[in-house]
């Protein structure tokens, strides 16, 4: 069974930082894509960073230049650096596994979210 924990959310100032990590755990042989989403309350959860297994990485325009992806592909972790950070960057931050693949297959994953709160 695969495993997605993330951690390092919580509450920050606005201008402040964070980094949110995500580690995948399991029989794991290899993962395609990682990703983070956000949803914020009352709106549909979106697409906040990617990054291939190659490292190729995209970002929604709201973040770009302020927001980060990176991953470790021996640990099967990623990572997102969140610098500048505005009071709509407010939202549950969903780390996502593409195309993961194990003995069984291949699927997708989801983490449980983690809150981040910017505070004006």
């Known amino acids: 069974q695969v495993q997605l924990v993330e951690s390092g959310g919580g509450l920050v100032q606005a201008g402040g930082s964070l980094r949110l990590s995500c580690a995948a755990s399991?029989?794991?042989?290899?993962?395609?894509?990682m990703a983070w989403y956000r949803q914020a309350p009352g709106k549909q959860r979106e697409l906040v960073a990617v990054?291939?297994?190659?490292?190729?990485?995209d970002y929604a325009d709201s973040v770009k230049g302020r927001f980060t992806i990176s991953r470790d592909n021996a640990k099967n972790t990623v990572y997102l650096q969140m610098n500048s950070l505005k009071p709509e960057d407010t939202a549950v931050y969903y780390c996502?596994?593409?195309?993961?693949?194990?003995?069984?297959?291949?699927?997708?994953?989801w983490g449980q979210g983690t809150q981040v709160t910017v505070s004006s």
């Open positions: 996502n596994a593409q195309g993961v693949f194990t003995l069984r297959g291949k699927r997708d994953y």
């Open positions: 399991g029989s794991i042989l290899g993962i395609n894509a």
């Open positions: 990054i291939t297994s190659g490292g190729s990485t």
